[in-house]
């Protein structure tokens, strides 16, 4: 079982920074694929971002591609989503998501290839 918590959410402006974090305990991290995925009020949950198992490779959605990145320490078990130039539309509750793999120069973007899943933090970007 691997348990994931995310923090770094908050309310900022329009423009403004924020880095969230996901922690993950309970299996060896550096055996997951990583993901971000994000759900805005009325709508489905979204793909973010993905990260391969050493962060070699990455991937992002159209809507944040030079925006935010997505960062792993596996030596903290943690994952980073650092989010700039944050817009209204950003805002959502972000998750984080693992896939355990052995494939090691491979992302996964869709929600029903991930294991596990984090409770969530609000992200709330006003105007």
């Known amino acids: 079982q691997v348990q994931l918590v995310e923090s770094g959410g908050g309310l900022v402006q329009a423009g403004d920074s924020l880095r969230l974090s996901c922690a993950s305990s309970g299996r060896t991290f550096s055996d997951y694929a990583m993901g971000w995925f994000r759900q805005a009020p009325g709508k489905e949950r979204e793909f973010v971002a993905a990260?391969?198992?050493?962060?070699?490779?990455?991937y992002y959605a159209n809507s944040v591609k030079g925006r935010f990145t997505i960062s792993r320490d596996n030596a903290k078990n943690t994952v980073y989503l650092q989010m700039n130039s944050l817009k209204p539309e950003d805002t959502a509750v972000y998750y984080c998501?693992?896939?355990?793999?052995?494939?090691?120069?491979?992302?996964?973007?869709?929600?029903?290839?991930?294991?596990?899943w984090g409770q969530g933090t609000q992200v709330t970007v006003s105007s």
């Open positions: 990260i391969t198992l050493r962060g070699d490779s990455i």
């Open positions: 998501a693992a896939k355990f793999t052995y494939r090691t120069q491979t992302y996964y973007t869709a929600q029903h290839d991930y294991d596990y």
